[in-house]
């Protein structure tokens, strides 16, 4: 089972498609380049946020911000990212 709404040429294989797209936590997954725009984001992210797909699609993760957001959980969750990005678990 391949994403329905993913990018051409990303198939993450089926059992990765299977549990991202019906997961019960919200996942959006973003490209590894300097603007990140937004990849694919699953059913829940869009219950989650009220955006829908085609809403969210190429465009930057920082939509979520908004004027009260906290700056310091912003950090964090860039902190976060780059753990993941640049130290995966083993």
């Known amino acids: 089972m391949q994403l329905s ?8 294989g089926p059992i990765a498609d299977l549990v991202i797209s019906t997961s019960f936590d919200s ?3 973003t490209a590894a380049t300097a603007k990140t725009p937004i990849l694919y984001v699953n ?20 939509l979520l911000q908004g004027v009260d957001t906290d700056p310091a959980v912003l950090e964090q ?13 083993c």
């Open 5 to 12: 709404k993913s990018v051409p040429g990303s198939d993450l």
């Open 27 to 29: 996942v959006m997954v």
């Open 43 to 62: 059913e829940a992210f869009t219950q989650l946020t009220g955006y829908a797909f085609e809403e969210v699609l190429g465009k930057s993760p920082s």
């Open 77 to 89: 969750l860039r902190e976060k990212g780059e753990r993941i990005k640049y130290h995966p678990p």
